[in-house]
């Protein structure tokens, strides 16, 4: 390497990183190779403590906020100057795999603790953040740590948030061990000098082209929204066609006009699904009188995004209107797509060419803990190939290799950062 670290030489541990990697996946809900990690579940807590050693071991000094975001830190030499950050999440949805966010967390103890086998002393603190839920499984609502920590989210809205079981936030986090004003979550402005965040692609780009890393240019913008619709139960037998009011019908209608509205947007970025789709009471020979939907909704543009959202209303408006059914929608986050940092982004890039890497600018169309950082910080993400692009399921899988060379990237980017 060249520029602000002469004779900076690293060498990541790919096997050690893939050894925690491993050992983490087996923290989980369901057995193995399926990982479940849900927010403040028991899963979720153990998994806090093997990160809290993983820290620890990387010499890193550990600090933890209100709801739960552990800060995992190497002082800088002026350690007043505002940081290098990086991090991701370890919570994983039902049924993932065994690197979404865990290779940006672990990875990135592995890139300091590189960092620090090679001599490197930095200017700027670097800080690795494990974010609390990024995924959205618990409360319906995605990357709540850092949408805390950027401030982009009203406390008042994250205490009323509540799980299926009707469990507040303040609930859940007490039992595991989180207390604390909500409101002192947020950073101080100014507090990262700049954020990169590790991730494997979760598309199949990288691994088609055969390019080992991407720099992320920008992240498409997610929204979500819940629908509950109200009609009439009854017996499945008695209850004659004519007259009934079935709200399981008009939640099936609604999730055919998403996947008509994202079709027809006239962007190829709009994506719509409905994820989440449960009826009451659940029994064959019982008419549903009760349906719950939560609708994903994203697009790398606002306007096409809103225009879906329009027709998806529009329709589901029409059904329920047809069908008797009385129907809640409700808007859960409708985020801005978020800009990567040039000056950061082209840092990345020469580092990539002095490793002898190629590297691809991309659109992230998953969204990252990297969205909210992004309006507190110049941001950009590292992605590192998957296979087949797999994502949110078991058989995700990197190679040892790439996530290596992803970890040895993001040491050299975050030493350039922090000089
Ligand atoms: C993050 O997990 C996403 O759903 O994009
Ligand atoms: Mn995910
Ligand atoms: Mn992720």
């Not at 020469?350 to 910080?377: K, Q």
Request: hydrophobic share 40%.
């Amino acid at each position: 390497m060249t520029h602000d670290t002469p004779d900076l030489r690293i060498a990541v541990d790919g096997a050690g990183l893939q050894r925690r990697l491993d050992e983490l996946a087996l923290i989980s809900e369901s057995p193995a190779p399926v990982v479940t990690r849900v927010l403040f579940s028991e899963a979720d807590v153990r998994g806090r403590e093997y990160v809290r050693r993983a820290a620890r071991d990387a010499g890193l000094a550990i600090r933890e906020d209100a709801v739960g975001n552990i800060f995992a830190r190497w002082e800088g030499s002026e350690p007043g100057l505002p940081a290098v950050g990086s991090g991701s999440h370890t919570d994983a949805i039902p049924n993932a795999g065994k690197y979404d966010g865990v290779v940006g967390v672990l990875g990135a103890f592995e890139a300091l603790a590189a960092l620090k086998r090679a001599g490197f002393k930095p200017r700027r603190s670097l800080e690795v953040v494990m974010f609390t839920a990024e995924e959205p499984t618990r409360f319906g609502l995605g990357c709540l740590g850092s949408r805390l920590m950027a401030g982009t989210i009203p406390v008042a809205k994250a205490l009323a948030l509540r799980d299926r079981e009707g469990r507040s936030l303040d609930e859940l986090r007490a039992q595991a061990g989180y207390s604390g004003p909500l409101d002192s979550v947020r950073l101080p402005s100014g507090y990262y000098h700049s954020f990169v965040e590790l991730h494997i692609e979760q598309g199949p780009i990288l691994e088609a082209q055969g390019v080992p890393i991407g720099i992320v240019e920008h992240i498409a913008g997610p929204s979500s929204y819940r629908v509950t619709l109200l009609g009439e139960g009854g017996h499945a037998g008695a209850v004659l066609m004519p007259v009934r009011h079935d709200a399981m019908l008009a939640g099936a209608e609604i999730a055919l006009a998403v996947e008509r509205a994202a079709k027809a947007s006239g962007s190829p970025d709009t994506v719509g699904t409905v994820g989440v789709f449960r009826i009451e009471p659940g029994a064959v020979n019982s008419v549903p009188y009760r349906a719950y939907l939560e609708i994903d909704l994203r697009d790398s543009r606002l306007d096409s995004r809103s225009k879906a959202l329009a027709e998806i209303r529009s329709a589901a408006e029409q059904s329920c209107s047809r069908r008797g059914i009385r129907m809640e929608f409700e808007e859960i986050n409708a985020d801005p797509p978020a800009a990567g940092d040039q000056k950061t982004i082209a840092i990345a890039e020469s580092v990539c060419a002095e490793l002898g890497l190629r590297s691809l600018r991309m659109v992230s169309r998953a969204y990252h803990d990297s969205l909210f950082m992004s309006r507190v910080s110049p941001t950009t993400m590292i992605f590192i190939p998957c296979r087949n692009g797999w994502s949110h399921r078991p058989e995700e899988f990197a190679t040892t290799e790439h996530i290596a060379s992803g970890a040895e990237v993001l040491a050299h980017t975050m030493a350039r950062l922090s000089a």
